[in-house]
Protein backbone atom coordinates (compact mmCIF):
# COMPACT_ATOMS: atom_id res chain seq x y z
CA UNK A 1 0.00 0.00 0.00
CA UNK A 2 0.95 3.42 -0.81
CA UNK A 3 1.08 5.48 2.70
CA UNK A 4 0.52 9.14 1.95
CA UNK A 5 0.54 10.03 5.18
CA UNK A 6 2.97 9.50 8.10
CA UNK A 7 4.45 11.39 11.31
CA UNK A 8 7.34 13.93 10.46
CA UNK A 9 11.04 12.44 11.07
CA UNK A 10 11.56 15.83 12.80
CA UNK A 11 9.12 15.44 15.41
CA UNK A 12 9.49 14.03 18.38
CA UNK A 13 6.66 11.56 19.49
CA UNK A 14 6.37 13.23 23.20
CA UNK A 15 3.31 13.96 24.62
CA UNK A 16 2.15 17.93 24.32
CA UNK A 17 1.93 20.52 26.33
CA UNK A 18 -0.44 22.65 24.58
CA UNK A 19 -4.21 23.21 25.43
CA UNK A 20 -6.51 21.35 23.85
CA UNK A 21 -7.69 23.51 20.99
CA UNK A 22 -4.35 25.10 20.85
CA UNK A 23 -3.40 25.05 17.02
CA UNK A 24 0.75 25.72 18.14
CA UNK A 25 0.75 21.86 17.34
CA UNK A 26 -0.12 22.67 13.77
CA UNK A 27 2.62 24.80 13.46
CA UNK A 28 5.31 22.61 15.06
CA UNK A 29 4.40 19.83 12.56
CA UNK A 30 4.28 22.33 9.47
CA UNK A 31 8.38 23.13 10.62
CA UNK A 32 9.00 19.72 11.30
CA UNK A 33 7.63 18.06 8.09
CA UNK A 34 9.66 21.38 6.23
CA UNK A 35 13.11 20.39 8.20
CA UNK A 36 12.24 16.52 6.52
CA UNK A 37 11.54 17.64 2.73
CA UNK A 38 14.02 20.01 2.66
CA UNK A 39 16.87 17.43 4.14
CA UNK A 40 18.12 19.53 6.62
CA UNK A 41 16.88 18.49 10.30
CA UNK A 42 20.57 17.79 11.20
CA UNK A 43 22.18 20.65 9.75
CA UNK A 44 19.57 23.49 11.88
CA UNK A 45 19.36 24.99 15.13
CA UNK A 46 16.34 26.44 16.51
CA UNK A 47 16.30 29.32 18.90
CA UNK A 48 12.73 29.82 20.76
CA UNK A 49 11.79 32.82 22.78
CA UNK A 50 9.81 32.75 25.81
CA UNK A 51 6.55 31.71 25.93
CA UNK A 52 4.56 28.80 24.89
CA UNK A 53 7.09 28.50 22.37
CA UNK A 54 9.93 28.17 25.31
CA UNK A 55 9.89 23.95 25.06
CA UNK A 56 10.75 24.04 21.10
CA UNK A 57 13.55 21.37 22.36
CA UNK A 58 11.13 18.63 23.76
CA UNK A 59 9.75 18.42 20.10
CA UNK A 60 12.56 18.92 17.61
CA UNK A 61 15.15 16.64 17.34
CA UNK A 62 18.01 19.47 16.59
CA UNK A 63 19.95 21.72 18.48
CA UNK A 64 18.35 24.43 20.60
CA UNK A 65 19.56 27.65 22.66
CA UNK A 66 16.87 29.25 24.71
CA UNK A 67 16.97 32.89 24.07
CA UNK A 68 16.07 35.79 26.76
CA UNK A 69 12.33 37.15 26.17
CA UNK A 70 12.51 38.65 23.09
CA UNK A 71 16.12 38.05 22.01
CA UNK A 72 15.90 35.29 19.70
CA UNK A 73 16.72 37.27 16.50
CA UNK A 74 19.59 38.95 18.28
CA UNK A 75 21.01 35.10 19.23
CA UNK A 76 20.28 34.05 15.87
CA UNK A 77 22.15 36.77 13.69
CA UNK A 78 25.42 36.12 16.03
CA UNK A 79 24.69 32.18 15.58
CA UNK A 80 24.51 32.58 11.82
CA UNK A 81 27.13 35.12 11.42
CA UNK A 82 29.71 32.55 13.15
CA UNK A 83 28.13 29.57 11.43
CA UNK A 84 26.82 30.45 8.18
CA UNK A 85 26.38 27.24 6.49
CA UNK A 86 24.30 26.17 9.06
CA UNK A 87 20.23 26.76 8.97
CA UNK A 88 19.01 29.01 11.82
CA UNK A 89 15.47 29.54 12.69
CA UNK A 90 14.14 31.64 15.73
CA UNK A 91 10.53 31.21 16.78
CA UNK A 92 8.73 33.65 18.74
CA UNK A 93 4.85 34.13 20.03
CA UNK A 94 3.97 38.31 20.10
CA UNK A 95 4.70 39.25 23.13
CA UNK A 96 8.28 38.50 22.58
CA UNK A 97 8.71 39.54 18.97
CA UNK A 98 5.89 42.40 19.01
CA UNK A 99 6.65 43.22 22.32
CA UNK A 100 9.58 43.50 24.48
CA UNK A 101 11.25 42.30 21.13
CA UNK A 102 10.41 44.96 18.46
CA UNK A 103 14.12 46.51 18.54
CA UNK A 104 15.56 42.86 17.68
CA UNK A 105 13.63 41.80 15.41
CA UNK A 106 13.43 44.87 13.25
CA UNK A 107 17.20 44.91 13.17
CA UNK A 108 17.71 41.83 12.52
CA UNK A 109 15.17 41.85 9.17
CA UNK A 110 16.86 45.60 8.54
CA UNK A 111 20.23 43.77 8.25
CA UNK A 112 18.71 41.45 6.49
CA UNK A 113 20.46 38.42 8.42
CA UNK A 114 19.94 35.06 6.56
CA UNK A 115 17.81 33.98 9.15
CA UNK A 116 14.22 32.25 9.04
CA UNK A 117 11.91 33.53 12.23
CA UNK A 118 8.46 32.15 12.99
CA UNK A 119 6.28 34.06 14.54
CA UNK A 120 2.90 32.85 16.41
CA UNK A 121 0.43 35.56 16.46
CA UNK A 122 -2.61 34.45 18.89
CA UNK A 123 -3.69 38.05 19.81
CA UNK A 124 -2.81 36.89 23.73
CA UNK A 125 -0.26 36.24 26.21
CA UNK A 126 -0.50 32.42 26.28
CA UNK A 127 2.17 30.75 28.78
CA UNK A 128 1.80 33.96 31.75
CA UNK A 129 -2.52 33.31 31.51
CA UNK A 130 -3.86 35.15 29.17
CA UNK A 131 -2.71 39.21 29.47
CA UNK A 132 -3.14 41.69 26.52
CA UNK A 133 -0.59 41.66 23.86
CA UNK A 134 0.42 43.75 21.52
CA UNK A 135 -1.53 42.12 18.64
CA UNK A 136 -4.79 42.13 20.97
CA UNK A 137 -7.96 42.64 19.09
CA UNK A 138 -9.42 46.31 19.54
CA UNK A 139 -12.35 45.28 21.82
CA UNK A 140 -10.82 42.09 22.84
CA UNK A 141 -11.26 40.93 26.61
CA UNK A 142 -8.02 40.07 28.53
CA UNK A 143 -7.13 39.61 31.83
CA UNK A 144 -5.03 42.95 31.18
CA UNK A 145 -7.30 44.59 29.42
CA UNK A 146 -11.23 43.46 31.18
CA UNK A 147 -12.93 46.12 29.82
CA UNK A 148 -11.85 44.97 26.47
CA UNK A 149 -8.85 46.81 24.29
CA UNK A 150 -9.87 50.97 23.65
CA UNK A 151 -7.08 52.34 21.09
CA UNK A 152 -7.05 55.53 23.71
CA UNK A 153 -5.76 53.50 26.55
CA UNK A 154 -3.74 50.77 24.87
CA UNK A 155 -3.39 51.59 21.12
CA UNK A 156 -3.81 49.72 18.09
CA UNK A 157 -2.91 45.84 17.38
CA UNK A 158 0.52 45.56 15.68
CA UNK A 159 0.73 44.10 12.37
CA UNK A 160 4.26 42.44 12.42
CA UNK A 161 4.45 40.94 8.52
CA UNK A 162 3.35 44.48 6.93
CA UNK A 163 5.89 46.72 8.85
CA UNK A 164 9.19 44.44 8.57
CA UNK A 165 8.25 44.31 4.91
CA UNK A 166 8.75 47.72 4.55
CA UNK A 167 12.41 47.36 5.43
CA UNK A 168 14.69 46.73 2.75
CA UNK A 169 16.30 43.57 4.31
CA UNK A 170 13.21 41.59 4.35
CA UNK A 171 13.66 38.53 1.53
CA UNK A 172 10.23 36.71 2.56
CA UNK A 173 7.10 38.14 4.57
CA UNK A 174 4.02 36.28 5.09
CA UNK A 175 0.82 35.49 7.22
CA UNK A 176 -0.74 32.34 7.31
CA UNK A 177 -3.00 30.87 9.06
CA UNK A 178 -3.67 27.33 10.92
CA UNK A 179 -7.60 27.10 11.18
CA UNK A 180 -8.91 24.87 8.33
CA UNK A 181 -6.96 22.21 6.40
CA UNK A 182 -6.77 24.78 3.55
CA UNK A 183 -4.73 27.55 5.61
CA UNK A 184 -3.15 24.75 6.44
CA UNK A 185 -1.38 23.51 3.61
CA UNK A 186 -0.81 27.10 2.35
CA UNK A 187 1.16 27.50 5.74
CA UNK A 188 2.74 24.77 4.69
CA UNK A 189 3.87 25.72 1.77
CA UNK A 190 5.07 28.99 3.47
CA UNK A 191 6.91 27.55 6.07
CA UNK A 192 9.32 25.72 3.40
CA UNK A 193 9.59 28.70 1.43
CA UNK A 194 10.63 30.61 4.16
CA UNK A 195 13.71 27.89 5.02
CA UNK A 196 14.31 28.03 1.21
CA UNK A 197 15.24 31.82 1.07
CA UNK A 198 17.85 31.67 3.97
CA UNK A 199 19.03 28.02 1.51
CA UNK A 200 19.67 30.68 -0.96
CA UNK A 201 20.91 33.21 0.82
CA UNK A 202 18.47 35.80 -0.01
CA UNK A 203 18.08 37.19 3.08
CA UNK A 204 15.54 37.50 6.04
CA UNK A 205 12.46 35.81 6.46
CA UNK A 206 9.50 35.89 8.17
CA UNK A 207 6.24 33.71 8.42
CA UNK A 208 3.38 34.67 10.90
CA UNK A 209 1.16 32.18 12.08
CA UNK A 210 -2.53 33.10 13.17
CA UNK A 211 -2.88 31.15 15.70
CA UNK A 212 -5.95 29.82 18.58
CA UNK A 213 -5.39 30.23 22.45
CA UNK A 214 -9.02 28.86 23.04
CA UNK A 215 -7.56 28.47 26.68
CA UNK A 216 -7.01 32.62 27.24
CA UNK A 217 -9.38 33.38 24.79
CA UNK A 218 -12.19 31.64 26.90
CA UNK A 219 -14.05 29.82 24.05
CA UNK A 220 -14.40 26.30 23.65
CA UNK A 221 -11.68 25.10 20.70
CA UNK A 222 -13.95 24.71 18.05
CA UNK A 223 -15.33 28.31 18.40
CA UNK A 224 -11.43 29.81 18.60
CA UNK A 225 -10.96 28.74 15.22
CA UNK A 226 -14.02 30.82 14.53
CA UNK A 227 -12.48 33.72 16.16
CA UNK A 228 -9.37 33.73 13.37
CA UNK A 229 -11.76 33.42 10.54
CA UNK A 230 -14.27 36.32 11.63
CA UNK A 231 -12.36 38.58 14.45
CA UNK A 232 -8.56 38.34 13.07
CA UNK A 233 -8.02 37.32 9.74
CA UNK A 234 -9.65 41.09 9.21
CA UNK A 235 -7.82 43.06 10.85
CA UNK A 236 -4.43 40.48 9.96
CA UNK A 237 -4.75 39.99 6.47
CA UNK A 238 -3.37 36.89 4.93
CA UNK A 239 -0.89 36.93 2.09
CA UNK A 240 2.40 36.98 0.97
CA UNK A 241 3.65 40.80 1.64
CA UNK A 242 7.32 40.84 -0.19
CA UNK A 243 9.11 37.64 -2.04
CA UNK A 244 12.13 39.04 -3.25
CA UNK A 245 14.00 36.68 -5.84
CA UNK A 246 17.45 36.41 -7.48
CA UNK A 247 16.78 38.79 -9.63
CA UNK A 248 16.45 41.56 -7.17
CA UNK A 249 19.97 40.81 -6.34
CA UNK A 250 21.02 41.85 -9.64
CA UNK B 1 60.52 38.25 23.05
CA UNK B 2 59.17 40.90 20.77
CA UNK B 3 59.40 44.37 20.85
CA UNK B 4 57.71 46.71 22.51
CA UNK B 5 55.17 49.28 21.57
CA UNK B 6 53.30 51.88 22.78
CA UNK B 7 50.08 51.61 22.71
CA UNK B 8 46.55 52.70 24.24
CA UNK B 9 44.64 50.59 26.77
CA UNK B 10 41.82 50.03 24.86
CA UNK B 11 44.15 48.84 21.49
CA UNK B 12 45.99 46.63 23.71
CA UNK B 13 42.57 44.68 24.16
CA UNK B 14 41.17 44.63 20.88
CA UNK B 15 44.62 43.08 19.71
CA UNK B 16 44.45 40.74 22.74
CA UNK B 17 41.09 39.39 21.80
CA UNK B 18 42.60 39.19 18.42
CA UNK B 19 45.35 36.89 19.07
CA UNK B 20 42.85 35.08 21.70
CA UNK B 21 41.38 33.65 17.97
CA UNK B 22 38.08 36.23 19.20
CA UNK B 23 36.82 36.40 15.62
CA UNK B 24 33.08 37.84 16.39
CA UNK B 25 32.73 41.63 17.67
CA UNK B 26 29.04 42.59 18.62
CA UNK B 27 28.85 46.05 20.00
CA UNK B 28 27.55 49.60 20.41
CA UNK B 29 29.24 52.70 20.79
CA UNK B 30 29.74 54.14 24.15
CA UNK B 31 32.60 56.55 25.58
CA UNK B 32 35.52 55.62 26.87
CA UNK B 33 35.51 52.47 25.36
CA UNK B 34 35.22 53.26 21.77
CA UNK B 35 38.61 52.44 20.66
CA UNK B 36 38.20 48.93 21.13
CA UNK B 37 35.30 48.73 18.49
CA UNK B 38 36.37 51.11 16.34
CA UNK B 39 40.07 49.16 15.96
CA UNK B 40 37.94 45.66 15.65
CA UNK B 41 35.75 46.92 13.08
CA UNK B 42 39.14 47.95 10.57
CA UNK B 43 40.97 44.94 11.98
CA UNK B 44 38.77 41.89 12.19
CA UNK B 45 37.76 41.42 8.61
CA UNK B 46 41.88 41.47 7.96
CA UNK B 47 41.64 37.75 9.61
CA UNK B 48 38.52 37.06 8.40
CA UNK B 49 36.43 37.77 11.28
CA UNK B 50 32.95 39.79 11.55
CA UNK B 51 32.32 42.81 13.42
CA UNK B 52 28.52 43.87 13.64
CA UNK B 53 27.51 46.80 15.10
CA UNK B 54 24.21 46.17 16.92
CA UNK B 55 21.78 47.86 17.58
CA UNK B 56 21.87 48.32 21.03
CA UNK B 57 23.65 46.30 24.23
CA UNK B 58 21.02 44.36 24.64
CA UNK B 59 21.31 43.13 21.45
CA UNK B 60 25.24 43.01 21.91
CA UNK B 61 25.40 40.48 24.43
CA UNK B 62 22.51 38.12 23.10
CA UNK B 63 24.68 37.88 19.83
CA UNK B 64 27.76 36.91 21.65
CA UNK B 65 25.58 34.34 23.25
CA UNK B 66 24.01 32.97 19.98
CA UNK B 67 28.04 33.19 18.67
CA UNK B 68 29.40 31.57 21.53
CA UNK B 69 26.22 28.87 21.39
CA UNK B 70 27.89 27.60 18.60
CA UNK B 71 31.96 27.27 19.86
CA UNK B 72 33.80 30.49 18.57
CA UNK B 73 35.28 32.57 20.50
CA UNK B 74 33.06 35.89 20.61
CA UNK B 75 33.18 39.30 22.60
CA UNK B 76 31.41 42.64 23.37
CA UNK B 77 32.28 45.74 25.46
CA UNK B 78 30.91 48.52 26.88
CA UNK B 79 30.72 50.93 29.75
CA UNK B 80 28.39 51.35 32.73
CA UNK B 81 24.91 52.53 31.00
CA UNK B 82 25.63 49.63 28.66
CA UNK B 83 27.09 46.99 30.99
CA UNK B 84 23.90 47.77 33.13
CA UNK B 85 21.61 46.84 29.82
CA UNK B 86 23.43 43.78 29.48
CA UNK B 87 22.59 42.12 32.83
CA UNK B 88 19.60 40.59 31.04
CA UNK B 89 21.73 37.93 28.69
CA UNK B 90 24.92 37.68 31.39
CA UNK B 91 22.78 36.06 33.31
CA UNK B 92 21.32 33.86 30.46
CA UNK B 93 25.05 32.63 29.56
CA UNK B 94 26.01 32.07 33.12
CA UNK B 95 22.69 30.24 33.88
CA UNK B 96 22.98 28.16 30.12
CA UNK B 97 26.77 27.38 30.72
CA UNK B 98 27.85 30.07 27.44
CA UNK B 99 31.32 31.40 27.54
CA UNK B 100 31.69 35.25 25.99
CA UNK B 101 34.14 38.20 26.87
CA UNK B 102 32.57 41.38 28.21
CA UNK B 103 34.40 44.37 28.53
CA UNK B 104 33.86 47.61 30.64
CA UNK B 105 35.42 50.29 30.40
CA UNK B 106 34.25 51.99 33.35
CA UNK B 107 32.53 55.28 33.53
CA UNK B 108 31.19 57.03 37.09
CA UNK B 109 27.78 57.05 37.52
CA UNK B 110 25.29 55.89 38.95
CA UNK B 111 23.20 57.02 35.67
CA UNK B 112 24.44 58.88 32.76
CA UNK B 113 27.25 60.42 35.27
CA UNK B 114 29.91 61.09 33.35
CA UNK B 115 32.96 59.89 31.28
CA UNK B 116 35.93 59.97 34.14
CA UNK B 117 37.44 56.91 35.28
CA UNK B 118 35.85 54.84 38.44
CA UNK B 119 35.54 51.90 39.93
CA UNK B 120 31.80 52.11 40.49
CA UNK B 121 30.80 48.77 38.36
CA UNK B 122 33.08 46.67 40.96
CA UNK B 123 29.93 45.25 42.82
CA UNK B 124 27.80 44.67 39.71
CA UNK B 125 30.81 42.75 37.90
CA UNK B 126 32.06 41.17 40.76
CA UNK B 127 28.74 40.38 42.65
CA UNK B 128 26.21 39.45 39.80
CA UNK B 129 24.86 42.53 38.33
CA UNK B 130 21.78 40.22 36.77
CA UNK B 131 19.40 38.37 38.46
CA UNK B 132 19.89 34.91 39.68
CA UNK B 133 22.53 33.08 42.20
CA UNK B 134 25.86 33.59 39.47
CA UNK B 135 29.59 34.60 39.28
CA UNK B 136 31.04 36.37 36.34
CA UNK B 137 34.58 35.62 36.28
CA UNK B 138 36.04 39.19 36.80
CA UNK B 139 39.62 40.35 35.75
CA UNK B 140 41.15 43.55 36.54
CA UNK B 141 44.06 44.82 34.52
CA UNK B 142 46.39 48.11 36.13
CA UNK B 143 48.20 48.45 32.83
CA UNK B 144 48.27 48.44 28.97
CA UNK B 145 50.36 45.26 29.00
CA UNK B 146 47.58 43.75 31.26
CA UNK B 147 44.74 44.77 29.48
CA UNK B 148 46.59 42.82 26.18
CA UNK B 149 47.53 39.26 28.66
CA UNK B 150 44.40 39.44 30.87
CA UNK B 151 42.03 39.59 27.69
CA UNK B 152 43.74 36.66 26.16
CA UNK B 153 43.01 35.06 29.94
CA UNK B 154 39.34 36.30 29.88
CA UNK B 155 39.07 34.27 26.55
CA UNK B 156 40.83 31.03 27.98
CA UNK B 157 39.17 31.26 31.27
CA UNK B 158 35.62 31.95 30.04
CA UNK B 159 36.00 28.62 28.02
CA UNK B 160 37.69 26.31 30.45
CA UNK B 161 34.60 26.87 32.93
CA UNK B 162 31.92 27.87 29.96
CA UNK B 163 30.85 30.95 32.03
CA UNK B 164 31.15 34.75 31.02
CA UNK B 165 34.28 36.61 31.82
CA UNK B 166 34.37 40.61 32.34
CA UNK B 167 37.24 42.92 32.41
CA UNK B 168 36.37 45.92 34.27
CA UNK B 169 38.93 48.67 33.95
CA UNK B 170 38.75 52.21 34.47
CA UNK B 171 38.81 54.93 31.64
CA UNK B 172 42.12 55.73 32.65
CA UNK B 173 43.47 52.45 31.59
CA UNK B 174 41.41 52.15 28.63
CA UNK B 175 43.09 55.63 27.62
CA UNK B 176 46.04 55.96 28.22
CA UNK B 177 49.56 54.81 26.60
CA UNK B 178 52.30 52.63 27.59
CA UNK B 179 54.86 50.08 26.24
CA UNK B 180 53.15 46.90 25.71
CA UNK B 181 54.32 43.59 24.13
CA UNK B 182 51.48 43.09 21.29
CA UNK B 183 52.55 39.20 21.27
CA UNK B 184 51.25 36.33 23.69
CA UNK B 185 53.60 35.29 26.34
CA UNK B 186 52.45 31.53 25.89
CA UNK B 187 50.82 29.96 23.03
CA UNK B 188 46.94 30.75 23.88
CA UNK B 189 44.81 27.75 24.96
CA UNK B 190 41.75 26.20 23.37
CA UNK B 191 39.23 24.25 24.56
CA UNK B 192 37.06 21.19 22.87
CA UNK B 193 33.65 22.44 22.95
CA UNK B 194 31.73 19.23 22.89
CA UNK B 195 28.46 20.92 23.91
CA UNK B 196 28.75 23.30 21.25
CA UNK B 197 25.40 24.00 18.82
CA UNK B 198 26.58 22.94 15.58
CA UNK B 199 23.73 20.95 14.33
CA UNK B 200 22.78 17.55 15.42
CA UNK B 201 24.07 15.42 12.27
CA UNK B 202 25.10 12.27 13.36
CA UNK B 203 24.54 13.18 17.27
CA UNK B 204 21.98 13.00 19.87
CA UNK B 205 20.59 16.99 19.61
CA UNK B 206 21.91 19.32 21.88
CA UNK B 207 20.52 22.19 24.09
CA UNK B 208 21.46 25.16 26.04
CA UNK B 209 18.89 26.66 28.47
CA UNK B 210 18.74 28.17 31.96
CA UNK B 211 15.04 27.24 32.20
CA UNK B 212 14.71 23.97 34.55
CA UNK B 213 11.14 23.28 35.95
CA UNK B 214 10.94 20.17 37.03
CA UNK B 215 11.25 19.15 40.63
CA UNK B 216 14.68 20.11 42.26
CA UNK B 217 15.82 20.72 39.08
CA UNK B 218 17.04 24.17 39.48
CA UNK B 219 18.55 23.70 42.75
CA UNK B 220 20.45 20.75 41.33
CA UNK B 221 21.47 22.84 38.27
CA UNK B 222 22.61 25.72 41.19
CA UNK B 223 24.57 23.66 43.31
CA UNK B 224 26.07 22.51 39.87
CA UNK B 225 27.52 26.19 39.29
CA UNK B 226 28.24 27.17 42.59
CA UNK B 227 30.36 23.49 42.76
CA UNK B 228 32.21 25.34 38.96
CA UNK B 229 32.58 28.39 41.28
CA UNK B 230 34.53 26.95 43.93
CA UNK B 231 36.85 25.12 41.83
CA UNK B 232 37.85 28.42 39.78
CA UNK B 233 38.47 29.97 43.06
CA UNK B 234 40.40 27.38 44.15
CA UNK B 235 42.06 27.26 41.30
CA UNK B 236 42.34 30.71 39.36
CA UNK B 237 43.25 33.10 41.84
CA UNK B 238 45.49 35.85 40.86
CA UNK B 239 46.98 38.59 43.21
CA UNK B 240 50.09 41.21 43.20
CA UNK B 241 52.23 41.40 46.07
CA UNK B 242 54.49 44.94 46.08
CA UNK B 243 56.74 45.46 49.01
CA UNK B 244 55.03 43.13 51.57
CA UNK B 245 58.12 41.30 52.99
CA UNK B 246 58.57 43.61 55.66
CA UNK B 247 55.51 45.87 55.79
CA UNK B 248 53.79 47.22 58.47
CA UNK B 249 50.81 48.38 56.17
CA UNK B 250 49.62 46.61 53.84
CA UNK B 251 47.43 49.00 50.92
CA UNK B 252 44.60 46.95 48.94
CA UNK B 253 43.68 48.15 45.79
CA UNK B 254 42.88 46.82 42.51
CA UNK B 255 43.50 49.15 38.73
CA UNK B 256 43.94 52.39 38.72
CA UNK B 257 44.22 53.24 42.20
CA UNK B 258 46.74 50.03 42.52
CA UNK B 259 49.29 52.09 40.36
CA UNK B 260 48.44 54.93 42.31
CA UNK B 261 49.42 53.20 45.48
CA UNK B 262 52.47 52.20 44.34
CA UNK B 263 54.07 55.75 44.05
CA UNK B 264 52.84 56.72 47.33
CA UNK B 265 54.63 53.40 49.06
CA UNK B 266 57.81 54.28 47.11
CA UNK B 267 57.56 58.04 48.85
CA UNK B 268 57.19 56.74 52.03
CA UNK B 269 59.70 53.85 51.68
CA UNK B 270 61.85 56.48 51.65
CA UNK B 271 61.43 57.94 54.54
CA UNK B 272 61.44 54.58 56.17
CA UNK B 273 57.53 53.76 56.32
CA UNK B 274 57.46 50.49 55.91
CA UNK B 275 54.30 50.13 53.31
CA UNK B 276 53.22 47.69 50.89
CA UNK B 277 50.65 47.05 48.24
CA UNK B 278 48.26 43.70 47.33
CA UNK B 279 46.43 43.90 44.45
CA UNK B 280 43.49 41.53 43.36
CA UNK B 281 43.84 40.49 39.94
CA UNK B 282 41.20 38.55 39.71
CA UNK B 283 38.26 40.35 41.18
CA UNK B 284 36.34 36.83 41.17
CA UNK B 285 37.73 34.71 42.33
CA UNK B 286 38.92 37.19 45.01
CA UNK B 287 42.34 36.11 46.79
CA UNK B 288 40.94 35.49 49.83
CA UNK B 289 42.94 33.10 51.07
CA UNK B 290 46.17 34.92 50.04
CA UNK B 291 45.18 38.19 52.05
CA UNK B 292 44.72 36.13 54.82
CA UNK B 293 47.64 34.85 54.83
CA UNK B 294 49.50 38.26 54.74
CA UNK B 295 47.60 39.59 57.93
CA UNK B 296 48.44 36.85 59.64
CA UNK B 297 51.61 39.36 59.78
CA UNK B 298 50.71 42.76 58.45
CA UNK B 299 47.77 43.83 61.28
CA UNK B 300 47.38 47.51 59.59
CA UNK B 301 45.08 47.28 56.58
CA UNK B 302 44.23 50.56 53.86
CA UNK B 303 41.48 49.76 51.01
CA UNK B 304 41.95 52.47 48.55
CA UNK B 305 39.20 52.43 45.67
CA UNK B 306 38.14 54.93 43.06
CA UNK B 307 34.54 54.45 44.48
CA UNK B 308 32.91 54.53 47.66
CA UNK B 309 33.99 50.91 49.18
CA UNK B 310 32.64 47.99 47.10
CA UNK B 311 35.82 45.83 47.54
CA UNK B 312 36.07 47.13 51.07
CA UNK B 313 33.66 43.88 52.07
CA UNK B 314 35.61 41.14 50.40
CA UNK B 315 38.90 42.58 51.72
CA UNK B 316 37.40 42.60 55.58
CA UNK B 317 35.83 38.72 54.87
CA UNK B 318 38.98 38.02 54.23
CA UNK B 319 41.42 39.27 56.55
CA UNK B 320 42.19 37.92 60.06
CA UNK B 321 39.99 38.75 62.92
CA UNK B 322 42.49 40.90 64.57
CA UNK B 323 42.96 42.89 61.57
CA UNK B 324 42.69 47.03 61.24
CA UNK B 325 40.94 47.71 58.55
CA UNK B 326 41.03 51.93 57.10
CA UNK B 327 38.93 53.16 53.66
CA UNK B 328 40.12 55.60 51.60
CA UNK B 329 37.84 56.35 48.06
CA UNK B 330 36.84 58.95 45.93
CA UNK B 331 33.81 58.21 43.60
CA UNK B 332 32.37 60.12 41.02
CA UNK B 333 35.66 60.23 38.82
CA UNK B 334 37.80 61.47 41.84
CA UNK B 335 40.60 59.97 41.27
CA UNK B 336 43.45 60.21 44.11
CA UNK B 337 47.07 62.53 44.32
CA UNK B 338 50.20 59.50 45.27
CA UNK B 339 50.49 62.50 48.06
CA UNK B 340 46.51 61.75 49.05
CA UNK B 341 46.95 58.08 49.88
CA UNK B 342 50.87 58.38 51.65
CA UNK B 343 48.67 60.93 53.89
CA UNK B 344 46.08 57.78 54.28
CA UNK B 345 48.85 55.80 55.09
CA UNK B 346 50.10 57.29 57.47
CA UNK B 347 46.72 57.96 59.62
CA UNK B 348 46.07 54.57 59.32
CA UNK B 349 49.63 53.73 60.79
CA UNK B 350 48.59 55.85 64.11
CA UNK B 351 45.38 54.41 64.47
Given at each position: ??????????L????????P???????????????????????????????C????????????????HG???????????????????A??????????????????????????VF????????M??????P?????Q?T?TSPY??????E????????????L????Y??????????????????????????M????????????????????????????????????????????R?????L | ???K?????????????I???????????I??Q?D??E?????????G????P??????????????S??????MT?????????????I??????????VI??????????????????????????????D?????L????????F?????????????????????DA???????????????????F???????????????????L???????????????K???E??????????????D?????????T?S?????????L????????????????????????????????????E?????????????L???????F????????P?P??I???????L??
Amino acid sequence: MNRVFAYPKSLNRVQTHFCPGCTHGIAHRLVAEALDELNITGNTIGIPGVGCCVFLYKYFPIDVLEAPHGRAPACATGMKRARPEKIIFAYQGDGDMAAIGTSEIIHAANRGENITVFFINNSVYGMTGGQMAPTTLLGQQTTTSPYGRDFKNEGYPIRMAEMLATLEGVAYSARVALHTPKHVNRASRTIKKAFEMQMNDMGFSIVEMLSTCSTNWRVSPTEALDVVENEMIPYFPLGTFKERTGKDFL
Amino acid sequence: MSEKKLTKGNIALAEGAIQAGCRFYFGYPITPQNDIPEYLAMNLPKVGGTFVPAESEIASINMVMGASASGVRAMTSSSGPGISLMQEGISYMAGSEIPGVIVNIMRCGPGLGGIDPTQGDYSQAVHGGGHGDYRNIVLAPASVQEMFDLTIKAFELSDKYRNPSMIIADAMIGQFQEACRLEPDHTVEVFEKPWSLTGAQGRSPQILKSLFLGPGEQETHNRDLQKKYREIEEKETIAESFMLDDAEIMVVAFGTPSRISKTAIRYLREDGVKAGLFRPVTLFPFPQSELHDYSDKIKKILVVEMNTGQMLNDVKVSLCKDAEVSFYGRPGGGIPYPNEIAEEILKALKK
